[in-house]
């Protein structure tokens, strides 16, 4: 026992032995010190001398292991840890230079440095050279550049990235902490019906994704404006996207805003196309009621858009064509700060025939269809020649000061140009008609997350619209030319305070300055006016938002004050209270209630009904409270909405009436169209919604009755059925999906629009006038047959490369080739009879796309 207790001591005497003799063996390390300060110890103790550059050593930190006492072996220590390379010149002089490229090891880990991340993706910026982390989170790299950044990605984490001169300057193999991405969702309740990409919010506004989006009937692009159409309560009676009529409201009533900017034209080729890059618009909001008290002006509707506002991890980009126009679009970092967005489109209308060009063309200038007395329709010995093209420019820089304050500047450049001359060989007289439509909007907006409860969004913006029109008639006999030009400036800013999960406070003020010109000049008879005007508000808001547990009840209470001044003639103070309430009735069934007062000062006057150059008769005017007073609206609404394994039903009922209107703005074409009256109308309505959707599927029904009603005090009878009184409105379609390929067929039906008849027989002409004047019936008292359209539209999607997708588009308008009438009004002629003048739909027309995304 005894011998057995002296054996491990001595045992344990022999490793405390070893241990020690070995010491000298184990890099002891010193206290670290700059290298640099290092050297010059060594230039002492060695006798020698070192040429270097400071740049080169400076911020280098080393602690040399008290083992290495020779000069070689410090000299290689500092070269394999800074990768210095030192080189002998004689026995006095040496140089260190750094590596033009270098070696680099690491590891790539979570912030807590607790957990390795395998398959991280990991890219020298600059050059080809990639690779991910081992199953260890562990990496080496063998000749790259020393000047470039290494870039770290990994799905749930934010992306990183370092200079590899600091991760050379690391004692060892770098450890690299990634932070996890959190993103904070708004908890939203959603609805999604008709196609992907399009969402019903708790707010009771739609949304729709672009980078989603499926297929509509008619759409083989995603339209931004005529995507709207697909929603029930929101069509357009003309079949255009710059008319579009939301709840029985005009196309002036829609506040349509791009990146946070106030746009005053929407459309090309005279309304048939939008004027917006569908392929860079991230997110676009329809808001029919209930608009949050940030939002002013549209008394009908708010449509607003957003292209991508982050920065992307590298290029994406698109290009195509179809049977009107070509388009290029990208996005694309400069740094990890600086991102750039672009996109462009040019029609090929001047220079390329295709069918497609030639329906909308007729569809745009057919205002020459004339019936006679006898209801016969007029055939004219005309010829036409027209020069015709558009085209439009947007541009984005992004700019991510940090990661609580961004910035964004945005531009936009929208142009139609037309030149067209009419004949009419019969008589040997020449109409020559030239346009030219310009918008051009500037903006720029600043994001700042100040704390996680506090917020601000400041946006300013430029935004100038411009029509010069220009016909000469009857062999220049007379000369009409025409000019309207919109300048706005605003400055907008919005905060927003989270009190808790629960409740959030927003404030804001905006300030806007709109100044309009209309001027017309005629030849004969001679007839001048240039009419100026400017309105400035001022305008505070606030809004509280609600939400209880489990969002059994949400909701928001918000007013918005305008103070409005028209330099030449009125001020005025507004009050406009805003509700939106969204609560749940049992499972899956929730209902709604919106309410809003809304005012807006800028209208569109319709000038010149009768002139045949119709494509664009509408003209921006201001306000003034006496003329054109300050349009104002009130509207409620009511609604149910019941979702369940995919499908969907909604319901909802809503009055609205708008104050303040003029007989000018509304396009009357009887014998009310000059006299200015002023009148308000009211809307009575339901809007109907049954969806289902399946995995390859999804077919709808919607139903829209509007009872439409102007009332004017000065016009007899005082009420009468509204321009825009569509009572029933019926749309059946369904889309497809088998693997790449995408179809979609819908039918479109709506009674006719009202009109108003001439008188019977000799009742019907006044000829105790110069010219004479027709003497028509009770206003809107005759209504146009019904409407009905089918449409169909298929998309096929294919790789032609790795990283090029491609798709073939093909669709089909009024595939019936039915002749819809849109409208009908009455002149009279040379030879002093009444002829009518009639507007057809879009006949069958076809159209192509092919594009790439890369």
């Not at 106030?262 to 890059?277: D, R, T």
């Not at 019936?371 to 992004?398: A, H, Q």
């Not at 500047?409 to 439509?437: G, K, P």
């Not at 025409?482 to 629960?502: C, G, H, M, P």
């Amino acid at each position: 026992m005894l011998g057995t207790l002296r054996n491990s001591q001595f045992c344990l005497l022999l490793g405390f032995l070893l241990f020690f003799l070995t010491l000298p063996a184990q890099e002891k390390q010193q206290t670290p010190v700059d290298l640099i300060s290092y050297i010059k110890t060594l230039e002492d103790r060695f006798n020698i001398k070192f040429s270097y550059l400071n740049e080169d050593l400076d911020d280098f930190k080393l602690s040399v292991p008290e083992n290495r006492v020779s000069l070689e072996d410090i000299l290689n220590y500092i070269e394999s840890k800074f990768q210095i390379r030192a080189e002998k010149l004689d026995e006095r002089y040496y140089t260190l230079t750094k590596s033009s490229h270098v070696s680099l090891c690491g590891t790539v880990l979570d912030n807590f440095a607790e957990n390795t991340i395998p398959g991280a993706s990991l890219e020298v910026l600059g050059t080809k050279i990639a690779q991910t982390t081992d199953t260890n989170g562990s990496f080496s790299m063998n000749n790259i550049p020393r000047d470039a950044s290494l870039k770290i990605r990994y799905l749930g984490y934010l992306t990183k990235y370092i200079p590899i001169e600091d991760l050379i300057r690391q004692e060892s193999c770098a450890k690299i902490l990634m932070a996890p991405h959190y993103e904070q969702l708004d908890e939203v309740i959603v609805y999604k019906y008709l196609t992907t990409g399009i969402l019903k919010e708790q707010d009771g506004s739609i949304t729709l994704n672009t980078a989603e989006f499926g297929i509509l009937p008619g759409l083989i692009e995603p339209d931004v404006l005529q995507t709207v159409q697909a929603l029930p309560g929101i069509k357009s009676i003309d079949e255009t996207v710059s008319d579009i009529n939301v709840r029985g409201g005009t196309n002036d009533q829609n506040l349509v805003l791009w990146n946070g900017i106030k746009m005053y034209q929407f459309g090309h080729f005279f309304g048939l196309i939008s004027a917006f890059n569908p392929y860079l618009t991230d997110k676009v909001s329809v808001i029919k009621n209930g608009t949050p008290a940030a939002f002013g002006d549209g008394v009908s509707s708010v449509i607003q858009m957003e292209t991508n506002n982050h920065i992307t991890d590298g290029f994406e980009g698109g290009a195509g064509f179809n049977f009107i126009s070509g388009d290029i679009f990208g996005q694309f970092p400069l740094n990890d700060k600086i991102g750039l967005q672009f996109s462009a489109r040019r029609s090929t209308t001047d220079f390329l025939n295709t069918p497609t060009y030639s329906k909308f063309f007729d569809r745009a200038f057919q205002d020459s269809k004339v019936i006679d007395e006898n209801n016969v329709t007029v055939d004219d010995n005309i010829s036409r020649n027209e020069n015709f093209f558009f085209y439009d420019f947007t541009g984005k820089l992004l700019y991510d000061i940090n990661d609580y304050h961004k910035v964004r500047f945005s531009a936009i450049h929208i142009n139609n140009n037309l030149e067209y001359v009419e004949t009419d060989e019969t008589n040997d007289e020449t109409t020559q008609s030239i346009l030219e439509q310009t918008n051009i909007s500037v903006g720029g907006q600043l994001l700042s997350q100040w704390s996680d409860r506090f917020s601000t969004h400041l946006n300013l913006y430029y935004s100038r619209y411009n029509l010069d029109a220009q016909s000469i008639y009857a062999n220049q006999i007379q000369q009409l030319e025409q000019k309207n030009i919109v300048d706005e400036r605003a400055i907008k800013l919005n905060t927003e305070y989270q009190f808790s999960d629960q409740l959030e406070w927003t404030n804001g003020f905006q300030y806007i300055e709109t100044g309009v010109i209309n001027r017309a000049f005629v030849t004969q008879p001679s007839f001048d006016t240039n009419i100026k005007g400017v309105i400035r508000i001022h305008s505070p808001y606030s809004e509280i938002g609600y939400r209880s547990y489990e969002n059994k009840f949400i909701g928001k209470f918000g007013a918005r004050i305008n103070l409005i001044e028209n330099l030449y003639t009125f001020n005025k103070l507004l009050v406009e209270p805003r509700i939106n309430l969204n609560f749940k009735l049992a499972n899956y069934l929730r209902a709604q209630v919106l309410g809003e007062f809304k005012s807006q000062t800028t209208n569109q006057i319709i000038d010149l009904e009768q002139n045949f150059l119709g494509i664009e008769k509408r003209r921006w005017t201001l306000s003034n409270d006496d003329t054109l007073p300050v349009t104002q609206s009130m509207q409620g609404s009511v609604g149910i909405n019941y979702e369940k394994n995919n499908f969907y039903l909604g319901l909802e009922g809503f009055y609205k009436n708008v104050d303040g209107i003029s007989t000018r703005t509304q396009g009357f074409q009887n014998q009310n169209q000059f006299s200015g009256e002023i009148g308000s109308y009211d809307v009575k309505g339901i809007e109907f919604l049954i969806n289902k959707r399946g995995d390859h599927y999804s077919t709808w029904l919607s139903y829209t009755y509007n009872k439409n009603d102007y009332t004017f005090d000065s016009i007899v009878p005082h009420s009468f059925p509204n321009n825009l009184d569509i009572r029933h409105t019926v749309s059946f379609a369904g889309t497809y999906t088998y693997q790449n390929l995408k179809l979609s067929l819908g039918v479109n039906y709506r009674t006719g629009k009202p009109y108003t008849e001439p008188l019977d027989g000799d009742e019907a002409l006044d000829n105790s006038f110069f010219p004479a004047r027709i003497n028509y019936r009770s206003p809107n008292s005759s209504r146009l047959p019904e409407y009905f359209r089918a449409d169909a539209s298929a998309i096929y999607s294919f790789d032609l490369s790795r990283r090029i997708r491609a798709n073939a588009g093909v669709s089909l308008l009024n595939m019936t080739n039915r002749k819809n009438s849109l409208n009908r009004y009455y002149r009279v002629n040379d030879e002093n009879q009444i002829e009518a003048v009639e507007s057809v739909s879009l006949g069958i027309t076809p159209n192509v796309s092919f594009r790439v995304n890369f």
